[in-house]
């Protein structure tokens, strides 16, 4: 998906909070070696549960973000 049309229908979502809906995240484990690491978050934002497994780096001492992947289940609300 284009970064335009992502970007899009985020400024176009109704925020859980004005649904009445509670936004829930989790930091569900961290594994460093040296300077990598791998972060798997769980993201609740009704109607959608998020799994984020994040690829991160050490960089100049400052943790960055190079790969994200996920997953996402749509429940009914």
Do not use: H
């Not at 594994?31 to 549960?49: C, E, F, G, I, T």
Request: charged share 25%.
């Amino acid at each position: 998906m284009p970064i335009a049309t992502w970007l899009a229908g985020v400024r176009n979502a109704t925020a859980p909070r004005k649904l009445e809906l509670e936004r829930r995240d989790e930091v569900v484990a961290i594994d460093v070696s040296d300077n990598l690491a791998l972060v798997k978050l769980r993201l609740q934002m009704p109607p959608r549960y998020f799994t984020d497994l994040l690829s991160c780096l050490k960089v100049q001492g400052a943790w960055k973000i190079v790969q994200k992947v996920m997953s996402v289940d749509v429940r009914p609300i």
